[in-house]
């Protein structure tokens, strides 16, 4: 089962997306970019907040938007989200020379590190193939630009397919994001990804909105199985 990962921007989302279901719960400040980051002891307070009531709950948390290559910006980040007791240490790995580095620099890190790969001019399936070689607990694919459409208009279903068989063959799990929307779900659930993130299609009106725990439910619902989910051309037509 493709499970939900929600992401949130303070401890009262945090705590309505967990009572909703979200299998994991993912830290970010969407107004600061597709990754922008919380202040650490926001981040720490969140955790050792969620600990008491659901301590089994993984946590991520994303480190921000950062310069493609600025690795020491990327290493002090990540270290700085890493202390705060987060589950897995998200970081963007943009396309270009310097993404192979980027991702053994990450891979050298303490920190259960979640390399996320920007695919808004596509995937480029060797570096799904060094990150996983690199050991990752899991890799995603994502987007920058929320506002270009949707990973499945960045990344064709037979790319997004053959990471998925990548990374499943090293024994990583594997995520996609990107702009999903509930007419997105039956295309994900077909790719039997280990994760798929959402926002924006978990608030009412744009990302950087309140997130919406009823959404939460219905998302999470469909993307189990147990409401069935609609192609997108059905969702088009209601």
């Known amino acids: 089962m493709t499970r939900l990962l929600t992401s949130v921007r303070d401890l009262a989302e945090a705590r309505e997306a967990a009572a909703a279901g979200a299998d994991f719960i993912d830290l970010k400040e969407p107004r600061a970019g597709a990754l922008g980051a919380l202040a650490p002891a926001d981040v720490a307070r969140i955790v050792c907040a969620l600990r008491e009531t659901y301590p089994d709950l993984p946590v991520s948390a994303t480190i921000g938007d950062l310069q493609a290559g600025d690795h020491a910006a990327i290493i002090h980040h990540a270290n700085r989200i890493g202390r ?19 991702l053994t620099r ?8 979640v390399p996320v790969l920007l695919c808004d001019d596509g995937l480029d399936l060797r570096l799904v193939e060094h990150a996983c070689e690199l050991g990752f607990a899991a890799v995603m694919a994502d987007t ?37 929307r509930l007419e997105h779900v039956w295309r994900v659930r077909a790719l039997l990804p280990d994760f798929a993130g959402f926002r924006s299609a978990l608030c009412s009106g744009a990302r950087t909105g309140r997130l919406d725990a009823a959404r939460v439910r219905e998302l999470r619902a469909v993307l189990s199985g147990a409401v069935q989910a609609m192609p997108h051309e059905a969702v088009k037509a209601r």
């Open 84 to 102: 705060c007791g987060v589950d897995y240490v998200k970081a963007g790995v943009a396309p270009g020379p310097t993404a192979r580095e980027t």
């Open 106 to 113: 990450m891979g050298a890190l303490r920190w259960t590190m």
């Open 144 to 180: 920058a630009r929320k506002d270009n459409g949707s990973l499945f208009h960045c990344v064709p279903l037979g790319v997004l397919d053959s990471m998925v068989r990548i990374a499943h063959a090293h024994e990583v799990m594997v995520g996609l994001a990107g702009a999903l």
